[in-house]
């Protein structure tokens, strides 16, 4: 099912995963999108999260893997999350 916004001056979101949506619009954060536009909005508890958090959380992430569980560039690995 397709879902349109009711809001207006919403841009369009491109035919892509939500992944690689979320991981091309953070890397721009570097290259003049505002830091400050949200980018993800949580809809059950409501929280925003904008670029600069999203990018923050995402280099943790990497961080973490690669740092607490030696995750090499190129290594495969699985992510388990519930379907709320």
Known sequence: MVY???????????VVDIGTYLIDQA???????DPDRVVVVD???????TF??????????????????????GDLIGVFLPNT
């Open 52 to 73: 600069a958090q999203f990018e923050e959380r995402a280099l943790g992430v990497a961080s973490g893997l690669q740092n607490k569980l030696g995750v090499k560039p």
């Open 43 to 49: 809809s059950i508890t409501g929280h925003n999260f």
């Open 4 to 14: 349109s916004s009711s809001i207006t001056g919403v841009p369009p979101v491109p």
């Open 27 to 33: 890397k721009h954060t570097a290259f003049g999108v």
